[in-house]
């Protein structure tokens, strides 16, 4: 049975400000930008360990897929079948801050 992913609102605020902020030089790229963000997700609900373990956290729950310099960082619920997507981070910044 496929997981279901569901987005965190500190996730869905982050991707909202990246593609506010590729879009202040790239308006026509930043939509598409974040599309192509989302689009690394689809896997997941078949697929819910193809992320690497985030290192900082060393917890096996918490994956990463890196996509160009974004982390996308996910939490792994097995008995619920459940991801939930808690961060989309520029790998450039600090270690990533988690949702509780």
């Not at 896997?43 to 690497?52: H, S, T, V």
């Not at 996308?72 to 981070?89: E, F, N």
Request: charged share 30%; proline share 8%; aromatic share 10%.
């Amino acid at each position: 049975m496929d997981y279901q992913v569901v987005f965190s609102p500190s996730a869905r605020k982050d991707l909202r400000e990246i593609v506010r902020y590729i879009s202040s030089d790239a308006p026509k790229r930043a939509v598409g930008f974040g599309q192509f963000l989302l689009s690394k997700t689809k896997y997941l609900p078949q697929n819910p360990n193809m992320g690497r373990m985030v290192p900082e956290f060393r917890d096996p729950n918490i994956r990463e897929i890196v996509v160009k310099r974004y982390r996308i960082i996910y939490r792994v619920d097995s008995a619920k079948q459940k991801i939930k997507i808690v961060r989309i981070w520029h790998s450039a910044r600090m270690n990533p801050v988690l949702p509780a």
